[in-house]
């Protein structure tokens, strides 16, 4: 906290986002820079308070206060250490984070919280331009080998810990790029892919062996495996997506979202597609089933890629615009949220139960719903699901998105065959190590906490490093990464 | 005598902890004619300040008093012939006064082992006589435990020439039946009550536990006409304690003292360690038997009669002894001259000052001495006589001496003596005195040959610098933090000054930590309170020296040359460069050997227990080969060697040599990479260390500046600034304790230690109090191979290279835990603020369930439930249970007006209370608004600072607050910057807006336990329906200090704990000062009950309450009210930035910026529902427990249970056992507060003034008054100011209302609280406290018109006149003596002569002194204006520039003001000065100088070029 009364003298003032028609019209990310004036400015804002709730708030333990008072200070390099203490890739979540740490910032309490995500941002794409962020290849190899599945986040972050810890990590990747949904499920206009791969290049320095194309359980015997590395982590993510089972879902033009993001983002990388696969929202009427960020996601996608109209339907009511009563600072706010794409278009609709499909030659044309009331509580409080009575309305279609979450990993394949415990939620059951049922194999990220944010991915790699390092050698010097919790 | 040593042993009560103060006395014919008369006035002075005394549960059992005469040998000679024991010559014989057990057998043991001692050294015993007595004049408590009082006769052996020798004789003898008395068949009670009271030639000294009225009928030889003497010597006692001992009554055999030595542990290793080294052919074999010369155990006083006659049998005389041991503060003496500099400078090399405050007079028959320490902390008046009688006592007036023989008025100063020489039949002053002492050796030449400075050596070529990653490397090993370098490091290397934070301490214990912990932390520093007064060094900083000598020390029966053969050096912490100079050092017998204080990381457990032996070997072997510095070094940390803590090492060697008798042979440097702050350099000084060279923090701060971090701040200036921020911290920290000096801090060990095994303790800290157990050696071994493993084993990792975060200071999710952290904050205010009793519960979980993380004392306790529940609906209402809780004391000005009435409001509601804190109060808020509502603080607080304490403020208060100390910074004094006063805060502090404030370390009118009684009269006389509260901090020995509390009259006293919040402390002292609640409140209840002083006070808990589970330990504990502060602000919205000292609060709260104070969010609902959860909780548990009150639980120790949580931390060594004492009385006597003090205030004068002022107070009609008055009528003038108040508010009556004419010496507190519409006209003389926080009225003093002595030269007021003074006038025709108008903010007075120190703190107001004042005059004087007739042109030398200017008068404003102060009191005084100066008044103008505070010139300046006056018209709003 270089200045104790920032706050006062400067307001908010998150970088400008790129004009809605300009952006509109490419793929590219849509924030500019900071000058760096600007970014002093707005770390000084920064209160340093003394329980930074902010800190509490970030799943990862961000030391946010510590990288803020650098920044103001202008010793970004500094601030670039501190960040990464607790945060193997700012990079991405200054990107893609929903930034609880802004929720739970006490200036959120009568004030615009700091900008810390575009702070995290900013030190990050500082450290690539300077030159800062350079392979740290350890200084000495333990000689034991480890396996990564799955190149996401987590897996990322697992590979990176325990290079460091210097263990030889080589990361299975079954796509053909490496990053998981970073680069193949995120839409390029949050995050860019290049940003992926200069990290991976960074890493690839380090030492990590990155293998694309491999997929365990498939082509890639589980036993091998197991014989071949000292030890295993898996970072396969939760990549069952939520399906809608009504009448109609058969009819051709309702897709889940995934199916068409990652077709959108190969095709951005160079690749080509098959014509007869080809999912675009060109002049269509899209429908999107969800409210949350890959139904954004989508939103965005397809009004670049030049729907006629979008819909995004929510099962669950508008939330309130303010926090309420039984919602107070710090909880994260459950509020209503407006990603950028919200700015480019669409229509958003509360309270929507989708009823069936109904189509012609197979493609679907309508969409049945119902609207919902939820203003009646169950014997446990919580609210109850009831349709409305003459409610029912038809929406006209031509393709219908499905971004209504995943369910678990997919337990056929590798998870089968290595026949780890699973928990109730069909996710990969781990203790407090992170390790699974299986000595020696560890899960971390979606696959064991099940779907969530790519800073909970980065959390529960590290986490998974620090178990694993410690079943290697008995001791580690890794730090913990998820929260203890009292 | 046998509950309390049960006490000490199984319970927390320590007897080392018992403090005295008194009244002391002397009556003296100057030139030696022997009388009875003079004895019988001796006694009618002591009777005279019997109100400085005290009694405890039994009214008629005092806590002692005693009188020293000379040797009446005529009634001896007689009375002895009468018992068939014809005695030898005057002088050739010498009397035992001897206290025998009451037990036969006992006392046959003990008078056989007395007779044999006397035979074997060669005496003759001439016989016994029993001392006459009357037991039936004794109190029941003393009759209880009267010793059999008898006298032992003993003649000149054979062979035995010199009279001095003799006596020299005598004390051997004495020596040897002490330490004979255990072997002697005795139980261990009966030794208790053995004691010889005086065995000498020339005295004798008659004293017990008796009040002064008592003695004289008690000694039947007292009142017998045929006892003589040319004087008497006496003493009254106010003990801390109850269960009194006759033995310590005063006078010892040599003095007697009002006071307190604070660096006493200090002093007796001090001298235990030089007992090896004496020798003198006066003593020859005889030494061997004398020690230890200290008796193990005994009181200070005790131990500094015990090295005073140490000094006098090295031949030494009594001014000379007296010196040595109390010297003045010369270090920084402007005008001293060099001959007496020279002899102190000497001195120093031979011992270290007993300091601390002490007024002590002594005798060794043929002369006395009186002599007043540095800091002038006691009062000590004297008048002399045209018939050469001398009356010297605590306070005037004591005998009553007719005007018109009055030849001299006076007082003692600080650091001044005087001697009256019976032989010489005359007083030596003290500047005749010094000379002579100064010039009976050539001190100067001795100095200039053998004196090594630092500075004079060569600078030998420094080492290499640490490479970056090297010091990052070392930082690891040593256990830094980023957050330190931050928060910490950075703040000492930009400002040269400590980082300073706000709000409390809420991390754990560092026992109770699951983080690393340096063993610095498990350390806590001790402060004074009550009992002694702490130091502001910054204002106060003539008194202070960091300059002390290390090398090897010589003989102390000796003076030769080589004595000063040391090295002198100006500061305990040293730099680089300095640090090479000591490294070679080689000149004369000083010789440097350096000793490595490393241990080998790989030879497995116990390598740090062998390095240390290993260590402890060495350092005996360089003593042996003539090494007068040794030097441990922690140099070269690497992957194999770890450092010792180095606070281990230290105290290891240094308590090693003390044992082997060595330690003053040699100095003690510490070369470390462990210290880098401020407690870490006070420990490392306090045990033992000469010098500290911290080569890691330096190098820190240097590659710091390198790096850029340090704000521009250049490499050189960082580390000189650092060093300085350190000095400045142990400067402090020492004044804590009422310390002055670096010397007599050394080794004094002011510290507690919390969670350190007793085996650890008694081995490396020695004597250090350890009251819970803890870890020992393995531990530390454990936590230091952690930290070298962090640094050396994890080197494989690339991205761990960094310093960990920490956590320490603020919350950080994988640091230190803290109670309040984001759910708890989180949850509390939802609780609160929505009134959820889930989340509430949800809250007490997170803070109650401590068997995770562990922060407090009271998570390891849990409840017995050994006793039957009752439903919930039996027990009190929680309406009733909230009636018991109080907010903390945050102060107006702190806190935002919002927030402040916010608590009043809420507390008012449930009848329940709130604290004004220390500023004031706005009188607006005393009346009830349209709600029903009113925000008037019930507690008001009295602190320091007096802001805004007047009497309209006192009467509407249900409580009052005397605040000794504050959690956050026990020992401290406070500072409000300008910034933070705006109109309404300065108004309501009456200070100027924008000028900043500061509050004194001490109360000015508390230097001891006498005065804080004296202070509880002025307040309840004031205002007799409030409670009379005392704030303490719990420290070892609190318990000691509440029984005193409570024996003062105090109606509550408030036990805080070290982690209470605070608006702005330095950071070291959140962290590092003052103990555990757990622990005070405990310690109290034992102690009180012990004594049965229960009954009559209630004790409050404060310090991180957060929940009714706290509540309900504190009760079990002994706490019947609780206060709440911290959580009180949460609830207001308060998140715990910490930022309450920038005043950037971002919730409104601690802030006064009007546009944050519109972010306040709180209401009164908020406080009310949470603590009716609070006490909805208390409920519950109290239900469960079988409790339907609050009052049946108090002191209910015995349902606590620590075994599951001992179990836990079993590693760890903790036993809660004494905190768990249950004193076995607590079935007999009272165990919570159910009676009333009797206050006494039926005999005050004002009962009469308030009869015979009725027409003015019912009808407004002028009234006059004249009465006689003596210095036993205290506080007059405060009830009648009190009801004026209560009638007429702020307004009082018109001016001359009530005209009062006193005629005599009046009593302390003359004039207190004075309201407008009261003119009083003394004519005689006053004590102390003359017109404290006078508000409104007028005080004329003057002498009696028959005296003849020179007004203007003679002292007619005494010290700390108008403290707090808020408005009214003042003339007095003479002198007055220390720290005249100190903290004035409103007072217009005329004097003729101030002492020391006048003005300090002064805020408003005018003074005029016509006369010379003496040394620091305006010191932290930030507002009014004071004149000085500076008549000698010197007065700049004893002026303080620190604030303020000095200036000639000549702006006609100023000048007009002064001639009408002057022209005022000529009108009311008939003043000879004013009528010379009037008369001459074009020469005599120029000859004032106008002293005017920098700060209040700019703000006239601003408002008169905004157009405004110079005081504000109306009241303004906040």
Known sequence: MGDPSGF?????????????????????????????????????????????????????????????????????????????????????????????????????????????EYIEKEIADRGFDEGWIKPEPPLIRTG????????????????????????????????????????????????????????????????????????????????????????????????????????????????????????????????????????????????????????ADCLGTALRQGAEVVYQLELMSEPPEKRRSSNPWPQWPQILRSSPAHEEGGIRDYDVLTKSFTGRDGRVEQLHAVRIDWSQSDSNGRPMLQEIAGSEFVVETDLVLLAMGFLHPEHSGMIEELGVELDPMGNIKTDENKMTSLPGVFAGGDASRGQSLVVWAIAEGREAARGLDMYLMGRTSLPHSLPVTA | ????????????????????????????????????????????????????????????????????????????????????????????????????????????????????????????????????????????????????????????????????????????????????????????????????????????????????????????????????????????????????????????????????????????????????????PMFGADMAKIPPMMTPGASDTACIDNALELLLMTGRDLSHAMLMLIPEAWEQHESMSQEKKDFYEYHSCLMEPWDGPAM????????????????????????????????????????????????????????????????????????????????????????????????????????????????????????FTLEELRMMTSAMAISGAEAVGSMGNDAPLAVLSDQ????????????????????????????????????????????????????????????????????????????????????????????????????????????????????????????????????????????HLIREGTRTKAGLVVESGDPREVHHFALLIGYGAGAVYPYLALETVRQMAETGELNGTKP??????????????????????????????????????????????????????????????????????????????????????????????????????????????????????????????EFARLVNDQSKRTATLRGLLEFKKDRPSVPLEEVEPASEIVKRFATGAISLGSISKEAHETLGIAMNRMGARSNTGEGGEDYRRYTTDANGDTSSSAIKQVASGRFGVTPNYLVNATDLQIKMAQGSKPGEGGQLSGNKIDDYIGW????????????????????????????????????????????????????????????????????????????????????????????????TQQVLVANDLRGRISVQADGQLKTGRDAAIAALLGAEEFGYATAALVVNGCIMLRKCHLGTCSVGIATQDPELRKMFAGKPEYVINYFTFVAEEMREIMAELGFRTVNEMVGRADLLDSREAVDHWKDKGLDLSRLLYRDPKSDEVAVYCCEDQDHGLDTALDHQLIALSQRALEHQEPVTIDLPIRNSDRTVGAMLSGKIAKRYGEDGLPAGSIKIRFTGSAGQSFGAFLAKGIDIHLEGDTNDYLG?????????????????????????????????????????????????????????????GVGDHGCEYMTGGAVAVLGSTGRNFAAGMSGGVAFVYDDEGDFEIRFNPGLADLEPVTDPEDIAMLRSMIEDHLNYTGSAPAQRILDDWENALPRFKKIMPRDYRRILDERKARGESKELETAPNG
């Open chain 1, 8 to 116: 006062l003298q400067s307001k908010r003032n998150p970088p400008q986002r790129r004009p809605v028609a300009e952006r509109k019209s490419d793929y590219r990310e849509l924030y500019q820079r900071w000058p760096e004036n600007e970014a002093k400015a707005q770390g000084s804002r920064c209160m340093d308070c003394a329980v930074p709730f902010c800190h509490m708030g970030c799943p990862l333990g961000n030391v946010i206060p510590d990288f803020n008072h650098q920044v103001f200070l202008g010793n970004w390099e500094s601030a670039l250490r501190v960040l990464h203490s607790t945060n193997n890739f700012p990079e991405f979540t200054g990107r893609i984070c929903p930034a609880p740490c802004e929720a739970a910032c006490v200036l959120n309490i009568n004030d615009d919280p700091v900008t810390i």
């Open chain 1, 144 to 295: 034991k080998k480890v396996a990564v599945v799955g190149s996401g986040p987590a897996g990322l972050a697992v590979a990176q810990q325990l290079n460091r810890a210097g263990h030889w990590v080589t990361v299975m990747e079954r796509d053909e790029y490496i990053g998981g949904l970073l680069t193949l499920g995120i839409p390029d206009f949050k995050l860019d892919k290049e940003v992926v791969a200069r990290r991976v290049d960074v890493m690839a320095d380090e030492g990590v062996v990155f293998e694309t194309g491999v997929n365990v359980g498939r082509d890639f015997p589980v036993k091998r495996l197991l014989a071949e590395y000292d030890a295993v982590c898996l970072t396969c993510g939760s990549t069952e997506g939520r399906d809608l089972p009504v009448p109609g879902r058969e009819l051709n033009g309702i897709h889940l979202a995934m199916e068409y993001l990652t077709q959108q983002n190969r095709l951005l990388a160079g690749q080509s597609v098959d014509p007869s696969q080809r999912i675009t929202a060109q002049g269509k009427r899209v429908v999107i089933l969800g409210g949350g960020d890959t139904g």
């Open chain 2, 1 to 280: 005598m046998n509950e309390l040593k049960e006490l000490a042993k199984f319970g927390l009560y320590s007897p080392e902890q018992e403090h005295d103060s008194c009244g002391v006395g002397v009556v003296a014919n100057i030139k030696g004619g022997k009388s009875h008369q003079i004895v019988s006035e001796g006694i009618q002075v002591l009777i005279n300040l019997g109100h400085r005394g005290a009694c405890g549960r039994d009214p008629e059992t005092g806590d002692g008093s005693g009188v020293m005469i000379q040797m009446p040998d005529s009634f001896f000679q007689i009375e002895c012939a009468s018992l068939g024991m014809p005695l030898p010559p005057a002088n050739d014989y010498g009397v035992g006064m001897v206290f025998l057990p009451p037990q036969e057998d006992a006392q046959v043991k003990c008078q056989a082992l007395i007779e044999r001692v006397i035979v074997d050294e060669g005496l003759i015993l001439l016989g016994w006589r029993d001392v006459p007595t009357d037991p039936r004049k004794l109190g029941r408590d003393a009759r209880a435990v009267c010793p059999k009082i008898r006298q032992v006769f003993i003649g000149r052996g054979p062979g035995i020439e010199d009279p001095a020798e003799i006596e020299r004789k005598l004390y051997v003898v004495r020596k040897i039946i002490e330490h004979s008395l255990a072997d002697c068949g005795i139980t261990e009670d009966e030794a208790d009550y053995f004691y010889i009271c005086s065995m000498s030639c020339h005295t004798i000294v008659y004293k017990g536990l008796l009040m002064a009225l008592q003695i004289e009928g008690f000694y039947l030889d007292l009142a017998d006409e045929r006892v003589e003497s040319a004087f008497a010597l006496v003493h009254s006692r106010f003990s801390t304690n109850t269960l009194g001992h006759w033995k310590l009554a005063h006078p010892y055999r040599y003095l007697a003292h009002n006071g307190e030595i604070n660096t006493l542990r200090g002093n007796i290793n001090w001298m235990h360690a030089r007992e090896t080294q004496f020798e003198s």
């Open chain 2, 360 to 479: 002590i007079v002594s005798s060794d028959g043929h002369s006395i001495c009186a002599l007043l320490d540095r800091n002038g902390l006691r009062p000590f008046r004297y008048t002399i006589t045209k018939d050469d009688k001398l009356v010297m006592a605590s306070e005037t007036g004591v005998l009553d001496v007719p005007a018109a023989n009055v030849r001299q008025k006076g007082r003692l100063e600080p650091g001044r003596m005087f001697l009256v020489s019976f032989d010489e039949g005359r007083i030596i002053g003290d500047e005749e005195l010094k000379h002579d002492l100064a010039n009976r050796q050539p001190y100067g030449q001795w100095l200039k040959d053998n004196k090594v400075s630092l500075d004079d050596l060569p600078s030998p070529a420094g080492p290499s610098r640490i490479s970056l990653p090297d010091v990052l490397q070392q930082q690891q090993a040593f256990g």
């Open chain 2, 516 to 655: 690393n912990q340096l063993l610095f932390n498990y350390f806590k520093q001790l402060f004074a309170q009550v009992t002694n007064p702490p130091l502001d060094a910054i204002r106060e900083d003539l008194v202070t020296s960091l300059e002390a000598f290390i090398g090897r020390e010589q003989n102390l029966f000796e003076e030769t040359p080589e004595h000063c053969h040391q090295l002198k050096l100006h500061s305990p912490i040293i730099s680089s460069e300095e640090f090479e100079k000591i490294r070679h050092l080689d000149v004369g017998n000083l010789r440097s050997i350096t000793l490595s204080t490393l241990f080998d990381a790989q030879s497995g457990p116990g390598s740090m227990k062998t390095a240390l032996d290993n260590l402890c070997e060495q350092a005996s072997k360089a003593i042996i080969d003539g090494y007068g510095i040794i030097i441990l070094s922690d140099r070269g940390v690497d992957s194999r060697w770890a450092p010792i803590p180095s606070m281990l090492a230290t105290a290891a060697v240094h308590h």
């Open chain 2, 716 to 841: 050189d200036y960082a580390e000189k600034n650092f060093i300085k921020a350190n000095e400045k911290g142990v400067l402090k920290v020492m004044s804590k304790m009422g310390i002055s000096t670096v010397q007599s801090y050394r080794g004094a060990q002011i510290f507690e230690a919390v969670g350190l095994s007793q085996e650890l303790i008694d081995e490396y800290f020695t004597w250090t109090p350890s009251r819970i157990g803890g870890i020992g050696l393995d531990t530390l071994e454990a936590d230091a191979l952690e930290r070298h493993g962090r640094a050396f084993a994890g080197e494989q990792v690339a991205a761990e290279r960094d310093l960990p975060p920490g956590g320490y200071y603020q919350w950080r999710r994988d640091g230190e835990f803290h109670q309040w952290n984001p759910d708890a904050i989180a949850k509390l205010q939802d609780a609160a603020q929505a009134n959820n009793r889930e989340s509430y519960k």
């Open chain 2, 988 to 1083: 309501v502090r009456k200070t100027t807006p924008g000028v900043e404030l500061i509050s004194p370390p001490p109360h000015h009118d508390i230097y001891s336990i006498e005065d804080l009684a004296q202070l509880i009269h002025d307040l309840k006389t004031v205002n007799s329906d409030a409670r009379i509260h005392v704030k303490l901090v719990a420290e070892v020995g609190v318990g000691t200090v509440a029984a005193g509390v409570a024996k003062g009259h105090a109606d509550v006293v408030l036990i805080s704990g070290h982690d209470g919040g605070t608006g702005n402390s330095p950071e070291s002292s959140i962290k590092y000062a003052g103990l555990p609640w757990e622990l005070g409140i405990a310690e």
């Open chain 2, 1332 to 1392: 404290k926080g006078i508000s409104g009225g007028s005080i004329v003093v003057c002498p009696p018109s028959d005296a003849t002595f020179v007004a203007e030269d003679n002292i007619i007021v005494g010290n700390t006149a108008m403290y707090g003074a808020t408005g009214g006038e003042v003339y007095v025709r003479g002198r007055a003596g220390e720290r005249f108008c100190v903290r004035n903010s409103g007072v217009r007075a005329v004097i003729e």
